[in-house]
């Protein structure tokens, strides 16, 4: 069980970062720039739907090299 998602890095030089979660709509509800803030499950305090979301994290090193990542997040039960 996993109430929050939030990828590890694995650099502990990050100068810039972004997460954003994007719902199957590709819509993004829910983002952040503080890459020690996980995501809750929730947008405007409502759980999203059961179901899978896409996120999409962005983050540039010390040396400048930027990295990208995509994929899903699954929710499985509504959070309370």
Not at 27 to 32: E, H, S, Y
Not at 44 to 52: A, D, T
């Amino acid at each position: 069980y996993n109430p929050t998602f939030l990828p590890q890095l694995a650099y502990a030089d990050v100068s810039e970062y972004e997460l954003a979660i994007i719902n199957r709509w590709g819509q993004v509800i829910w983002t952040t720039t503080d890459h020690d803030q996980a995501w809750d499950g929730t947008v405007g305090g409502k759980s999203v739907p059961v179901g899978v979301d896409a996120y999409y994290c962005t983050f540039k090193n010390g040396a400048g090299r930027v990295f990208e990542k995509r994929g899903t997040v699954t929710m499985l039960t509504a959070v309370e």
